[in-house]
């Protein structure tokens, strides 16, 4: 009798996730403008809590696509609650073919940002074991959330070309901040793999530096001015185009999930943009002072 007192549907569990995932963005936004960027240029911290940056990166990222392809294609992916009898499932009454173009899109998107990407860098710092811990539960709730309701919650099995103006649209922008986002990614790496010299490289304004900067603690990271694209109006068009990105997605699909996830994605990157444009102006004097943070002419 107690376990059938408490048990409660998966509907309530993920009602209550979904909600507490949009609250908690906002502590996010605040608690960072308060503790800053704690990682890449933003930290010197090489203690014994740390361990390799790539590694790191690499698993923490990968929890994303594979929490989401298990939570969308399992019929209970928490079946694991109902030996307590504490949790009655979702019932899938219906297939979701048209929503696997939003987990493809998903897939893409964490194979160049959890595998290709930390891979390609020259170097990255060790990370802090918190950071990796909290970004994997963030990650795991996230996967979770879109992949049920792709899946189960409102699964979508209209063809993608029956989806109209909102479809065109958001995959259009998901494109578009994808490809920008490997892009001003590129730039930054063509930097950090530069001899230590200054002036000008390889001609022109389009991948130039004018300075070469060193972590706070003298240490051998190089961090050096990048131009060009949108590094012209923004110290971090990387942040923005993923927030486009997801944005797209978002548009594409409808899902509140995924507006969930676009604002946690802004909430966690604009107070990171702020102070790496910030670590900027102090560390190079001839900073460009029309750029803004994030946000072009904005912030």
């Given at each position: 009798m107690a376990g059938h007192l408490l048990a409660v549907t998966e509907q309530e569990l993920f009602d209550t996730t979904l909600h507490g995932f949009q609250v908690i963005s906002v502590?996010?936004?605040?608690?960072?403008?308060?503790?800053?960027?704690?990682?890449?240029?933003?930290?010197?911290?090489?203690?014994?809590?740390t361990i390799n940056g790539r590694v790191a990166w690499i698993a923490m990222e990968l929890v994303s696509p594979a929490v989401l392809a298990?939570?969308?294609?399992?019929?209970?992916?928490?079946?694991?609650?109902?030996?307590?009898?504490?949790?009655?499932?979702?019932?899938?009454?219906?297939?979701?073919?048209?929503?696997?173009?939003f987990v493809c899109?998903?897939?893409?998107?964490?194979?160049?940002?959890?595998?290709?990407?930390?891979?390609?860098?020259?170097?990255?710092?060790?990370?802090?074991?918190?950071?990796?811990?909290?970004?994997?539960?963030?990650n795991a709730v996230n996967g979770y959330l879109n992949g049920r309701w792709l899946g189960v919650v409102g699964p979508d099995t209209?063809?993608?070309?029956?989806?109209?103006?909102?479809?065109?649209?958001g995959v259009s922008l998901f494109i578009a901040g994808f490809a920008g986002?490997?892009?001003?990614?590129?730039?930054?790496?063509?930097?950090?793999?530069?001899?230590?010299?200054?002036?000008?490289?390889?001609?022109?304004?389009?991948?130039?530096?004018?300075?070469?900067?060193?972590?706070?603690?003298?240490?051998?990271?190089?961090?050096?001015?990048?131009?060009?694209?949108?590094?012209?109006?923004?110290?971090?068009?990387?942040?923005?185009?993923?927030?486009?990105?997801?944005t797209g997605f978002a548009i594409a699909s409808g899902l509140p999930a995924a507006w969930a996830f676009v604002l946690n994605v802004v909430c966690n990157l604009a107070p990171r943009a702020y102070f790496i444009h910030q670590w900027y102006v102090r560390t190079f004097p001839e900073y460009p002072g029309s750029r803004k943070a994030m946000i072009p002419f904005v912030f």
């Open positions: 502590f996010i936004f605040c608690a960072l403008f308060l503790v800053g960027s704690p990682y890449g240029s933003q930290t010197d911290y090489n203690g014994v809590l298990y939570s969308y294609f399992s019929q209970d992916p928490l079946s694991a609650l109902h030996s307590k009898a504490m949790l009655l499932p979702f019932a899938r009454d219906k297939e979701p073919q048209g929503s696997l173009v899109l998903w897939m893409i998107h964490y194979l160049n940002r959890a595998v290709v990407y930390p891979l390609r860098q020259p170097s990255r710092k060790r990370m802090h074991i918190g950071i990796m811990l909290s970004a994997c539960m963030f209209a063809p993608p070309g029956a989806r109209g103006w909102r479809f065109v649209l986002n490997i892009h001003h990614d590129n730039t930054l790496m063509r930097l950090r793999s530069k001899p230590s010299t200054s002036g000008t490289a390889g001609g022109g304004s389009g991948s130039t530096f004018n300075k070469v900067g060193r972590n706070g603690s003298g240490g051998s990271s190089r961090y050096l001015v990048p131009y060009g694209s949108m590094f012209a109006f923004v110290s971090c068009p990387h942040f923005f185009c993923e927030a486009v990105e997801w």
